[in-house]
């Protein structure tokens, strides 16, 4: 049986998805954007504020699920710009322990959802 995880502390899902599901001690979490979950806005004033948004709605998604980051197995970045990316490393590698940090891919791509510079998923165990 799967488990559907959300929390009001992370951006609600806007579509057929949630915000993650929990699968025996795995958790799949969708990809969260720079949406503040409290006012519904997104947050790109810099891609330093926008990647702290989306690991605070990476952490809110984890804590429903009983989690933290040092569960996370493996995660994948998505960014529109690999010039970007010196920043982005150095916030999402702020939330981890450099010596038990998950497994990564980090890719460019063309267009996110609301043009957002920045999205990132993970899957995490227990």
């Given amino acids: 049986m799967k488990k559907i995880i959300f ?3 992370a951006p609600s899902p806007i579509g ?3 915000q993650a599901v929990l699968k025996g001690d795995t958790l799949y979490t969708s990809g969260q954007i ?4 409290a006012t ?3 947050v790109t004033d810099s891609i330093q504020a926008e990647t702290e948004q ?3 709605n990476m ?3 984890l804590e429903a699920a009983n989690m933290t980051f040092e ?3 493996k995660t994948s970045i998505f960014i529109m710009n690999m010039n970007d990316f010196s920043t982005i490393n150095e916030i999402y590698g702020s939330y981890f322990n450099e010596k038990t940090a998950p497994a ?3 890719v460019q791509v063309a267009c996110l959802p609301k043009n957002v510079n920045v999205e990132i998923a993970m899957i995490a165990v227990l």
Wanted: charged residues 25%; without cysteine.
């Fill in 40 to 42: 519904g806005e997104l």
């Fill in 7 to 9: 929390t009001d502390k």
């Fill in 71 to 73: 569960n996370v197995v």
């Fill in 34 to 37: 720079a949406i503040n979950p």
């Fill in 16 to 18: 057929p998805y949630s």
């Fill in 54 to 56: 989306v690991m605070q």
């Fill in 59 to 61: 952490k809110a998604v």
């Fill in 104 to 106: 990564r891919e980090t």
